[in-house]
């Protein structure tokens, strides 16, 4: 396709969208739960179709030279589609949430006020290389009542295009507009510069991929973005705190996985249980390999700690989203320094405090501008599916509309709702 | 100030206003109402202060030829600010609710998870002409635990400096940072492009004013906006309804002030009452002078109304925000014709049907895609203190984030609490 095609194209999938979207809002909650449990019976049946796709995309993706790891993500395993089939199953036997009227109260003037949930329309959907993102968020945008247009990486393509066959069949089946989730089938990237500029067609862009992909649409947008940009948080430990506690959680917060946004890069530890706390995680650190980059005071107790990789910590350390395993290690005074120094150099994606003390995790609570503050557990629970949400469509560090885990209320909106009988204004 | 030092100061009053919200956002609710209280008394207490900066204004408006309606909106008369005071007073009285936690519920790893209402952070406003929106602004902004930084018209700059100082000793009075409400002193436009492209330091700019303004501060900002631009209302009269109530309503939805964005503009009729509907409404508009902009249909009938003025309804009437004694008014089939016309034409701020018929109500408020549905009620009635929010920052016609009358809540996010005892996720 040109250019003029591409727009022409891409605005074809936007009205499309659109049309789509007044009948999933008003889709009946039965005939979504049945398009989901169509979907996981399709995906199921597709086990051989869709690997035979897949190993197009596999092929090509090796022939390119494209790293191994890389080649992992693309992977459309019969083990990565179950997972995907019991994940539309899940969202399915989940309560609809549409058409929820909330908080209906009687007016001075005898008016009822009150709020109704419901889709915000047509979300677009940016994403890189799995294509397990297809029908995770076919899925979400079917559940919600929105429609969906789907972009995603070119590498994935012929897996992609095999998934959103089988998204528009259990669409279909179940009654439900073929347009409601449609995939771009080019893999030209001008089309994603037309789709995140038709605020008449499109609601609401959610990328998902590197920061680069992220920083670009956000700044190139026209419309609402729901973005992730770093995850660059901290475990604070403060004084008084049970030791072992302490030791046990900021040990999960960085090593349970190295690559999850969600994974501790900052260690902040009070004054008053460095020398006791420091040198017991410290040896485990070492002993997982983890590198320590810590300030002086921090450094001077670690540096008794047998086999410890330690650095001095910089001034760009206290800033990093490593997604690896390093960790920055400060020594501050108490609670106060420990919030002034997330608040300054953190993403206000997910902050903890590990303490005993009632009145500081009050605070910590109050005062930590993160979408996610905790008391006592590990920054690697900030995830949709640990929250109860049942679905993640994504992450926010942004503080408008929806923060932090975004589930399918953050693909809804309240509408007001008034019931009168006959009532005019004065 | 030449643009260098416009860019500077602007700067300076954002990073002010950065480190201001965080005092803010744990400002005691007693210290909030204190501050809320102190400023009605010093707004009574200034009446002839601000009266005398006010007069400076309104001399310059004449002399430049102002017409006289716009300069009666510059006029800060003791009626006005006494409106403004009272305001304060019942923000004041009404529930803090900041802090509050929502939903908190035990997940199955046995973290607790639930949300908790948190300040944005720092808007940004900039209004035209009206001077008592700075007192406005200014005191939801304290009520929310946010941070302010007000740009109001050049030509209410002199009542606008009077207003903000009584703002700045109303918070210090109370203990709160001074820079928690901030005026931009300048009257450079310059200093607007640069208020809403400075995403470190304001969340969220509410442009106030003409579609011009809205438009070009939406297409410009680098932040979320909260923005109104139409309020193209329709009010759909059913088969069967109660022909009385739908002329009371019809009545009061059109004429009981013409300007407001939430005053009809179209009135869509049902076939089967549109004889008998028709000539009542048609002679009680064409008392009031109201023209009436109809369908084939509709003029057919309404030719027998003596002293009608009558006009063909274009295309682009239906479309049209008059905000003016003129009403478009279309024969349809009934409640499916009535909703694609709304959601077509329509902009989406608020829309009501007058009907006795239970399913036609429930289909229209599921189905028109508007911040506000109503059933047998005045579309007049959309505004925030008619739904009980206590006060009123704008109108939003966008879905994303807050929707219709944003109040205090519109001002403030759900950031996640998460409650453990040293949990760990496996």
Redesign the interface.
């Given at each position: 396709m040109n250019a003029l095609n591409i727009a022409e194209y891409t605005q074809t999938l936007g009205l499309q969208a659109k049309a789509a979207s007044?009948l999933m809002?008003?889709a009946p909650a039965a005939a979504k739960a049945a398009a989901l449990r169509a979907l996981a019976r399709l995906l199921r049946e597709g086990v051989e179709e869709l690997a035979a796709a897949n190993a197009q995309d596999l092929e090509r993706a090796r022939a390119a030279g494209l790293a191994e790891p890389m080649v992992d993500r693309l992977k459309l395993t019969p083990r990565v589609i179950e997972t995907c089939a019991q994940g539309c199953e899940q969202l399915a036997a989940m309560p609809d949430i549409i058409?929820e009227i909330q908080g209906m109260?009687q007016?001075p003037?005898g008016?009822r006020?009150g709020r109704?949930r419901?889709p915000?329309?047509v979300f677009g959907m940016i994403y890189e290389s799995r294509p397990n993102v297809t029908i995770e968020a076919a899925s979400l945008s079917i559940k919600s009542g929105n429609a969906a247009i789907l972009r995603g990486g070119s590498e994935a393509i012929d897996s992609n295009r095999a998934l959103a066959r089988l998204v528009t069949q259990a669409l279909q089946e179940a009654g439900l507009p073929a347009h409601a989730v449609q995939l771009v089938e080019t893999t030209d990237r001008a089309a994603v510069g037309q789709l995140i500029a038709m605020p008449q067609y499109v609601?609401?862009i959610i990328p998902r991929g590197g920061k680069g992909l992220i920083e670009r649409i956000s700044a190139e947008a026209k419309v609402?973005v729901i973005k992730h940009l770093d995850g660059n948080c901290h475990t604070y430990v403060d004084d008084p705190v049970?030791i072992d506690?302490a030791v046990?959680?900021a040990?999960?917060?960085k090593t349970?996985k190295y690559s999850p946004c969600n994974a501790s890069e900052g260690l902040l530890v009070a004054r008053g249980v460095a020398g006791e706390f420091l040198p017991r995680i410290g040896s485990i650190y070492a002993a997982k390999g983890v590198q320590m980059r810590g300030c002086p005071e921090a450094l001077a107790i670690l540096r008794g700690v047998p086999g410890a990789e330690l650095a001095e910590a910089t001034e760009q350390d206290w800033g990093e989203e490593y997604l690896a395993p390093i960790i920055s290690i400060k020594v501050v005074a108490g609670v106060d320094e420990a919030i002034a120094h997330i608040?300054r150099y953190g993403s206000h994606h997910t902050d903890?405090i590990?303490t005993r003390d009632h009145l500081h995790a009050q605070q910590f609570?109050?005062?930590v501008?993160?979408?996610?503050?905790?008391?006592?557990?590990?920054t690697?629970?900030?995830d949709g599916f640990?929250?109860?949400l049942g679905a993640e469509i994504g992450i926010s560090t942004?503080?408008?509309?929806a923060?932090?885990?975004v589930g399918i209320e953050g693909l809804t909106?309240?509408?007001?709702?008034?019931?009168?009988?006959?009532?005019?204004?004065a």
């Open positions: 007044f809002a008003r058409g109260q007016q003037s008016i006020v109704m419901v915000i329309g609601d609401v609402p049970d506690m046990k959680v040990d999960n917060a349970n608040n903890a590990l609570l109050r005062d501008d993160s979408a996610s503050c905790m008391v006592n557990a590990s690697r629970f900030a640990e929250y109860g942004d503080k408008f509309h923060r932090g885990p909106s309240l509408k007001w709702v008034v019931l009168g009988e006959g009532d005019v204004r």
